[in-house]
């Protein structure tokens, strides 16, 4: 056999010849690899010693060889290792049931020497050992113990019965059949406990510890990721049974816990795009969670206030974390980029689902809303901002020439439009557009109680449309105006008609769309707290809206376009007033009056002419621009004459010239002076905009004209006509310039054109 043992150190390394005929051969390999496995099988082998006792006289040559016959120790070794356990599986099947039996017995032993032990701890606990006399033997006197008591009662039987089923129940997981074994073996302990030969102490022992192991097996088999539905119900419920209450529930949520925080980790993990799909599948898992949580725990809990708050608490947690992850994943994005149509799709979305647990006094809605709050304002603030970006450059663009924007692809027809129907410029147009978007990207928000700061947020992008507006009106700029918009430029409105179209737009932008925004988002704000929040706002019933707060709103919106009303009258006063640096009303108009001669027809002052012109110019050019909007025609020529007469009764210049010059106002020039009041006067109540300011600011100055007439010495009363004369003369002069103007005669004083009178500005470009 020693000759077949191949040499490591040979060249050749094992024969390679055809096999021997005779069948001996591969019995002579087994013997041979077994013989050179020997060496190995040492329970102290020491490989290194091993190699340098092969390899110290091995040339390359030898090593590679050694190297190869190593490998193939390897593979013969694994053939052999595969061999030894398909021959030896059956024996190895048989080893293991035998090993499972012996586990079994060796727990029945187990038991029975736990009974064992608590049978001798009983008696040893029932005999006095105190009372024996020194060196007796206490075995035999246990011995005598025993043989001198009487048999075990019935009950001392049955308990020990009990006890060993309890052992069987346990072990093989019968909780139900347990629970009922075990309380029937309380029940014996306490009928025993009220015997007057009292033998239960060492059974409630056992029985106590029977209880333990019942009660670790059942919170084991609870915080197991696979137990859910029935099998954690009933588990939780024999808990409850038990007595372990608290326990029982806290397990109940921390499993539902558990298996919502894997199947999110999954929903995570399955490449579910965030956004939409993501909300509502992370909203529809949350919720429902929470849904079967709560059947699951008055299933088994009932209506127990102490586990009800337990609930509520535990499903408030857990909608925070859904909140959490839908900011993170959606909201957070979506007010980065200004996308309130994301944001109110994901809050919508969120309280839809939300919304179903109230059916099972679960009002989450609320804490939902209070997460979201936060986030959804940063959105809608961002969206704001790129609103009133757009708003700036339409503005940029606009040529201020108004047109209707009617057609059969304009939104303007569609069922309930917030668009006017009014003549507007281009920017105007476009910026109802945004405000319709913005609507209904922003309704769902109202159910964040967020209508009022989605009004506050249009008030300020009108305020900058309208301050925009203002820039376009030719004439010096305001500093404060300018300081505020020095980064924008719009194109100036050189025409009658196009200053007007910006008032038109400011008009119908503050009485027909801002109040229609208002109205439905108010009244959805109010039906938000009576409704539910998986209607759209537009399906809900309104409630009838509180008069004073739409009437704060519009006093509000109303007041930002009195501003470019009032910034429009004072550029054209100013313009009526200087020509190219030149007043065209001063104290000469007055004090010259007294040295001409001659007679004739009363006529009010050139500028008051030219303040006729212009009123009756803007009139006829409104009622095109402007139609069906008489009032705010009214109401821009009752200001544009009050600021007129404002501007006199406020030049302390000229007052001071009146007063103190070196000339005097004479009778003839406080004639004309009060003819001018009185014909501003009848301008006004000829066109239906007469007011009291007007009545009261031409009465101050007629006073203070009287007063400085007074100052000469002369009598005001002997120089001046009756009031009758001035009002025939003022009549009579409006009918002259009335014929003049509809004949389209250009007027000797008519105004100058506000190209002349505004060719550059600093803030804008023609």
């Not at 025993?192 to 239960?200: F, H, M, R, V, W």
């Not at 009002?363 to 609103?387: D, G, I, W, Y």
Request: overall charge negative.
């Amino acid at each position: 056999m020693g000759s077949l043992k191949p040499s490591v150190r040979s060249k050749g390394g094992l024969p390679t010849g055809p096999p021997v005929a005779n069948g001996n051969v591969p019995h002579l390999e087994a013997e041979t690899l077994a013989e050179e496995l020997r060496s190995f099988k040492i329970d102290k082998f020491d490989a290194e010693g091993y190699v340098q006792s092969r390899c110290q006289t091995l040339n390359e040559k030898g090593i590679r060889s050694l190297c190869a016959e190593l490998v193939r120790l390897k593979k013969a070794s694994a053939e052999e290792m595969r061999r030894s356990v398909y021959a030896n599986y059956a024996a190895f099947i048989r080893t293991s049931q035998e090993i499972s039996d012996l586990e079994g017995e060796l727990l029945s032993m187990r038991n029975l020497l736990s009974s064992q032990v608590s049978l001798v701890h009983g008696l040893v606990d029932g005999v006095q050992l105190d009372s024996l006399p020194n060196g007796t033997n206490i075995v035999s006197k246990i011995s005598t113990f025993s043989e001198d008591q009487s048999p075990h009662t019935e009950e001392e039987t049955r308990l020990h019965a009990i006890s060993d089923t309890l052992d069987v129940l346990i072990a093989e997981r019968r909780t139900d059949e347990a629970l009922n074994t075990l309380f029937e073996g309380e029940k014996l302990l306490v009928e025993l406990s009220g015997k007057e030969n009292n033998t239960a102490n060492p059974f409630q022992t056992l029985i106590a510890e029977h209880r333990a192991r019942l009660r670790e097996q059942l919170v084991q088999v609870a915080r197991q990721p696979s137990t859910r539905g029935h099998e954690l119900r009933s588990t939780v419920q024999a808990l409850y049974r038990l007595g372990d209450g608290s326990c029982a529930h806290t397990l109940l949520l921390t499993a539902h816990s558990q298996r919502l925080q894997t199947i999110v980790q999954e929903l995570r993990a399955s490449g579910t795009s965030y956004g939409g799909t993501y909300t509502a599948a992370l909203a529809q898992l949350v919720f429902s969670t929470i849904s079967q949580a709560a059947k699951d725990s008055r299933m088994v809990f009932g209506e127990q206030a102490d586990y009800a708050s337990e609930l509520v608490l535990w499903a408030s947690e857990e909608t925070a974390k859904c909140a959490a992850l839908l900011k993170r994943h959606v909201l957070l994005s979506a007010a980065a980029a200004g996308g309130l149509r994301a944001a109110a799709e994901c809050v919508q979305v969120a309280l839809g689902h939300c919304s179903l647990l109230e059916q099972q006094g679960l009002a989450l809605c609320p804490t939902l809303l209070k997460l979201f709050r936060p986030t959804v304002e940063h959105a809608l603030q961002t969206n704001l901002r790129h609103m009133e970006e757009s708003v700036s450059v339409l503005a940029s663009a606009d040529n201020w020439v108004v047109f209707h924007a009617s057609g059969p692809g304009n939104r303007t027809h569609l069922s309930g439009s917030l668009f006017s129907q009014s003549k507007l410029t281009s920017s105007a147009h476009r910026f109802q557009a945004l405000i319709q978007d913005f609507f209904d990207d922003g309704t769902p928000l109202v159910n964040l109680q967020l209508g009022g700061l989605m009004l506050d947020g249009l008030v300020q992008v009108f305020e900058s449309y309208i301050e925009l507006l203002m820039l376009a009106v030719p004439g010096p700029v305001d500093e404060s105006l300018a300081a505020q918009m020095d980064h924008r430029t719009v194109k100036l409105a050189y025409s009658e008609s196009q200053q007007l179209g910006l008032l038109a737009n400011a008009s119908a932008l503050a009485d027909d769309v801002l109040p229609r925004v208002a109205v439905k988002l108010l009244s959805s704000q109010l039906a938000n707290g009576k409704e539910d929040f998986r209607k759209r706002p537009s399906e809900r019933v309104a409630p009838p809206l509180r008069t004073p707060e739409l009437k704060e709103w519009r006093r509000r919106w109303q007041r930002i376009v009195d501003k470019l009303r009032d910034y429009y009258c004072r550029q054209q006063v100013l313009d009526l007033m200087f020509t190219e640096d030149e007043a065209n009303f001063n104290v000469d108009i007055y004090l010259g009056l007294d040295d001409e001669n001659g007679n004739h027809d009363p006529l009010p002052s050139p500028i008051f002419q030219q303040l006729f012109f212009k009123l009756n110019k803007l009139s006829n050019v409104a009622a095109d621009i402007m139609p069906g909007r008489e009032r705010m025609i009214a109401m821009l020529l009752m200001r544009l004459v009050e600021t007129f007469l404002i501007f006199i009764s406020e030049d302390e210049e000229f007052w001071e010239e009146i007063r103190n010059g070196h000339r005097i106002l004479g009778p003839a020039g406080l004639q004309q002076f009060v003819l001018d009041m009185q014909f501003a006067n009848q301008i006004a109540a000829h066109g239906r905009y007469l007011s009291r300011q007007i009545k009261g600011v031409t009465a101050e100055i007629i006073t203070r004209a009287v007063d400085a007439f007074s100052r000469t010495g002369l009598d005001a009363d002997s120089a001046l006509p009756e009031n009758e004369w001035f009002l025939m003369a003022a009549q009579s002069s409006l009918q002259k310039l009335l014929m003049e103007f509809s004949r389209e005669l250009p007027s000797p004083t008519a105004s100058l054109s506000a190209r002349s009178m505004s060719s550059s500005r600093s803030h804008g470009s023609p």
